[in-house]
């Protein structure tokens, strides 16, 4: 089975300040996790990715997410966050024949001036 | 390359009226699938596709058909509308293999009253 579970649906953060979004998945495969970004009344667009390899990714917009085994999870961060990053943040798992994608339920981001 | 397009942008439908979401890609990607998406809840797998001629459920098929007569088509069928059915429907392609990422058309707003 599996699964991915984003915690905190809403996240805020003063502009130049650090964002980490957390995500944790279970899964019975070694999972290949990825991270979307969606703005206001827009599709989903993709920031990033992990497959195999470096467990550290870097994305677009200058995002970075670190696949930790242990810890089942592939938190998402920004070093400074900017006032454009305010969106819908989700992460997937894919899993099964056919490349199906799970969703978490996804974090809302808030950037204050 | 146009990527994923759906139609229409936004549709009103009165209980038990049917429809159909139309979705098309130019990528040549074998895979297709729909999600609805509501608050709090992610995005949730109604029905994808594999290939022409092959189709199944995801998490949420009921009240939705499917098929797949070519690479690039795949259209959702609503039989009879449900207020339940009020959501944001996306559509995603990719190709088959588990590293790769959804792309995501720009979504349908559909109201049932």
């Known amino acids: 089975a599996q699964s991915v579970t984003q915690l905190g649906s809403h996240v805020s953060v003063s502009e130049g300040a650090l964002v980490l979004l957390r995500c944790n998945y279970s899964?019975?495969?070694?999972?290949?996790l990825f991270w979307y970004v969606q703005y206001p009344n827009q599709g989903l667009q993709l920031l990033l990715k992990?497959?195999?390899?470096?467990?550290l990714v870097k994305g677009i917009n200058g995002f970075e997410a670190e696949f930790k085994k242990s810890e089942t999870s592939f938190h998402l961060t920004k070093p400074s966050a900017h006032m454009s990053d305010a969106a819908e943040y989700f992460c997937?798992?894919?899993?099964?024949?056919?490349?199906?994608?799970?969703f978490g339920t996804g974090t809302s981001l808030t950037v204050i001036p | 390359n146009a990527g994923v397009t759906q139609t229409p942008k936004f549709q009103v439908l009165k209980t038990g009226q049917s429809m159909t979401l139309q979705c098309a890609q130019d990528?040549?990607?074998?895979?297709m699938s729909w999600y609805r998406q509501d608050p709090g809840m992610g995005l949730r797998l109604i029905h994808y596709s594999v290939g022409a001629g092959i189709t199944d459920q995801g998490e949420v098929p009921n009240g939705y058909n499917v098929s797949r007569s070519t690479t690039e088509d795949f259209p959702l069928r609503l039989l009879s509308a449900a207020p339940s059915q009020t959501s944001v429907y996306f559509c995603?392609?990719?190709?088959?293999?588990?590293?790769?990422?959804?792309?995501f058309g720009p979504g349908t707003r559909l109201t049932v009253l």
């Open positions: 899964s019975s495969v070694p999972p290949y």
């Open positions: 992990y497959t195999t390899g470096a467990t």
């Open positions: 997937a798992v894919s899993e099964g024949t056919g490349n199906q994608f799970y």
């Open positions: 995603a392609s990719s190709y088959v293999d588990r590293d790769q990422y959804k792309f």
């Open positions: 990528m040549n990607h074998e895979y």
